[in-house]
């Protein structure tokens, strides 16, 4: 009866309630680089459900989920018939096929998830290290998304955004928990 994926998913809400949480908390002392691995943290949520509404048939769905249940790694079938381990980058492609602004998210937000000069923003504004093309990019994304209206995009105008940024990783993930049962039993569209 899917009691696997029902658990797994229950596991999904209650990280992603702990996220807001905290995500909450960090951003009222103004731990700015702390609330972006957070963001990360919820994208890597995302990335895993995605995975499984969009690649993973129906009838799978419980094994995987008691696979990570039980500690073990997701796994899949190669073309030549061996298993092999299911890498993040493998998450990031289906969910950045059902979500545009993902792979500019999870970008940005992985760069606090390792020690980068980006940990620095208190003394300087690491954006201006970024190449162009990518400073635009995030002033796009947070343009059509988020109303920013300005065009020369700089940390503090950043930070003002990441409460709407992980709103947005977090309602996605939302509309997976709450379909019936929390099974996926339809892969949803954003």
């Not at 059902?98 to 000069?117: G, M």
């Not at 020369?152 to 955004?161: A, S």
Request: glycine share 6%.
């Amino acid at each position: 009866m899917q009691e696997n994926l029902r658990s797994y998913m229950r596991l999904v809400e209650k990280r992603s309630r702990e996220h807001n949480q905290a995500f909450g908390m960090l951003y009222a002392q103004g731990l700015y680089g702390a609330c972006a691995a957070i963001i990360r943290q919820e994208i890597d949520n995302l990335m895993r459900v995605d995975y499984l509404a969009f690649s993973v048939p129906l009838t799978d769905r419980d094994k995987l989920c008691g696979d990570a249940l039980s500690g073990a790694r997701w796994q899949r079938r190669t073309e030549k018939g061996k298993r092999t381990d299911i890498r993040d980058v493998e998450f990031h492609t289906y969910a950045k096929d059902n979500h545009s602004w993902v792979s500019l998210a999870y970008e940005y937000s992985s760069k606090f998830i390792h020690l980068t000069i980006f940990w620095d923003y208190g003394v300087s504004d690491p954006l201006v290290t970024m190449p162009a093309k990518d400073r635009l990019d995030l002033a796009s994304y947070l343009s059509s998304y988020h109303g920013f209206a300005g065009h020369d995009l700089k940390m503090n105008d950043l930070f003002e955004y990441l409460p709407e940024v992980f709103e947005k990783i977090r309602s996605n993930i939302e509309c997976y928990v709450d379909q019936k049962d929390g099974l996926l039993l339809q892969p949803l569209s954003s």
